[in-house]
């Protein structure tokens, strides 16, 4: 069997360059074969017999492929025919069956053979990737398993939500006449606490999530919640940054609850305005900027609402480790600066 040819060699060279192949071959700790220029295996090497359990002899008088997975086989036959066609470098995962009858994931990585300008066929060795096959399965699965019970406590918190609007609406409805503002601010909270969880949910990655499209969803959301057209929320500045969970609903708080106060400060004829600047230069910190403003306007907000803004924004962001300082207003904006450690990357 000839391993290696070259043009004008004679039949003395072409052996010696055969077993010296072979014993290169051999000595290698990989799975490694040889093909003609036609496609055909000429050679396999110790390791590969390993895995077949069979002679070099017997694997060379039948198709090798025989061995495929049935699933992986026509895959398989693709790759390596376009490769051929073009005569390039080509790599491809399979399932093989082994001497024991059991289906292994290998590696194949080969490389076209080029002499005196001449094509003489592939060069090609493979990896067991088994065990890293199935762990990416399983990562599947509990990814697949966590996505499915994030949905469900998501439906859960909606739900529950959506009762205390409603009791919170009775209450309101059946309270003197001081105190329905309160109740009224408070079902507005609420809302906007679904608001935040929702679009939680939705994020495309819920590990990492992109605070820019987050904040850009929310503000629209929230500017549709309540006095639709007369509330405009402006996200802005350079830069992005991918956020925990954690985070992302400690800033998605604290914007409903800067949007709560404008409202409650201002008549149903007002406008307000949020501007949100993200400043997130590489491997520093990101820190947004929060100025909240409010249109001209003859009437008052409504009387007896508490004004607890502060303190709420203080404690969203004491439970993300947020630092934060200002009023949010034109003069003094609300400073917020994620921690180092929660950026998720």
């Not at 004008?8 to 360059?17: R, Y």
């Not at 592939?122 to 065990?131: A, E, Q, R, V, W």
Request: hydrophobic residues 40%; negative net charge.
């Amino acid at each position: 069997m000839t391993v290696e040819t070259s043009g004008g060699a004679g039949s003395g060279e072409a052996v010696a360059l055969s077993d010296s192949f072979r014993r290169f071959a051999d000595s290698v700790p990989l799975m490694m074969w040889r093909s003609d220029a036609d496609g055909r295996a000429i050679h396999h090497n110790e390791c590969w017999l390993e895995f077949t359990g069979r002679s070099l002899d017997e694997e060379l008088a039948r198709d090798w492929r025989q061995g495929l997975h049935p699933d992986d086989f026509e895959r398989h036959a693709r790759v390596v025919a376009d490769a051929f066609a073009s005569r390039k470098p080509f790599t491809v995962e399979f399932r093989l069956r082994r001497h024991d009858g059991a289906y292994r994931w290998l590696l194949d990585t080969a490389r076209p053979l080029v002499e005196e300008g001449g094509f003489r066929g592939y060069l090609g060795s493979c990896f067991d990737i088994t065990d890293r096959k199935h762990a990416e399965e399983h990562i599947e699965h509990a990814l697949a398993e966590k996505e499915t019970l994030l949905a469900e406590v998501y439906h859960r918190v909606r739900n529950n939500l959506q009762v205390m609007v409603s009791l919170i609406g009775l209450y309101g409805r059946a309270a003197p006449d001081p105190c329905r503002g309160s109740f009224e601010a408070l079902g507005q909270r609420v809302r906007a606490i679904a608001l935040v969880q929702q679009h939680l949910h939705e994020a495309p990655h819920i590990a990492s999530i992109d605070l820019r499209d987050y904040l850009h969803r929310l503000a629209s959301g929230l500017g549709q919640l309540r006095r639709a057209g007369r509330i405009g929320v402006q996200v802005g500045g350079a830069g992005t940054g991918l956020v925990e969970p954690r985070t992302a609903n400690a800033l998605g708080m604290i914007v409903a609850e800067i949007v709560a106060e404008c409202l409650d400060a201002t008549a149903e004829s007002v406008a307000c305005a949020i501007a949100i600047d993200i400043h997130a230069e590489a491997g520093g910190p990101v820190r947004l900027s929060i100025v909240s403003g409010a249109g001209e306007g003859d009437e008052p907000g409504r009387p007896n609402v508490p004004k607890l803004g502060p303190r709420l924004i203080t404690a969203y962001a004491a439970q993300a480790e947020i630092a934060v300082t200002g009023s949010a207003t034109a003069q003094d904006p609300l400073l917020l600066q994620l921690p180092e450690a929660r950026v998720v990357t």
